[in-house]
T-cell receptor, first 112, second 115 residues
């Protein structure tokens, strides 16, 4: 079945440092979404990427979708303590057999 | 606009019992998906309901079943509970006309513990 892998599993950074999480799919995706889950909370939608090579920015967050639509990344510039949480990518397959498959997430800790 | 709500927030059951979890979708959303999130893992898709019918299913056994009602609210039923069913159960609604992969708006979840 479809697999979505995320690395790293954990990342500790000093406040102000940058952070990147990577997402790789075993199959071509029709789109990819990113979610953030705060400790004890539920996933909250951040963004959706649809086009090959697409890049989107939200303030300090930059999202990329690979040319082959099999990988994606989320980069946070100058992390803040409010960025703490687990970041998940979630992809849906091209074609008829589509379901949203989540990666295992990257847990970000920001040290003040 | 009302967000996604779920009940109960926490539940403790014993192995072999049955459980029903409830979800009210966000106002205006006609599609509900259910996910299981084990500790330290990403949400795993259980199934989706659109217009009161199952619209897609993940790799879960038949003892996981669901319903969607005319007001788009939904139930997740799990029979013959196993210890591994202990997890956070998330309901998510979307306005996707039954299309899988649409933006999911998650509820706060029900934390189920099976002893």
């Amino acid at each position: 079945g479809q697999q979505v892998m995320q690395i790293p599993q954990y990342q500790h950074v000093q406040e102000g440092e940058d952070f990147t999480t990577y997402c790789n799919s075993s199959t071509t995706l029709s789109n990819i979404q990113w979610y953030k889950q705060r400790p004890g909370g539920h996933p909250v939608f951040l963004i959706q990427l649809v086009k090959s090579g697409e890049v989107k920015k939200q303030k300090r967050l930059t999202f990329q979708f690979g040319e082959a639509k099999k990988n994606s990344s989320l980069h946070i510039t100058a992390t803040q303590t409010t960025d703490v949480g687990t970041y998940f990518c979630a992809g849906s397959l091209s074609g008829s057999a589509r379901q949203l498959t989540f990666g295992s997430g990257t847990q970000l800790t920001v040290l003040p | 606009e009302t967000g996604v709500t779920q009940s109960p927030t926490h539940l403790i059951k014993t192995r072999g019992q049955q459980v029903t979890l409830r979800c009210s979708s966000q106002s205006g959303h006609n599609t509900v998906s259910w996910y299981q999130q084990a500790l330290g893992q990403g949400p795993q898709f259980i199934f989706q309901y659109y217009r009161e019918e199952e619209n897609g299913r993940g790799n879960f056994p038949p003892r996981f079943s669901g319903l969607q009602f005319p007001n788009y609210s939904s139930e997740l039923n799990v029979n013959a509970l196993e210890l591994d069913d202990s997890a956070l159960y998330l309901c998510a609604s979307s306005l996707g006309f039954g299309s899988l992969g649409e933006t999911q708006y998650f509820g706060p979840g029900t934390r189920l513990l099976v002893l």
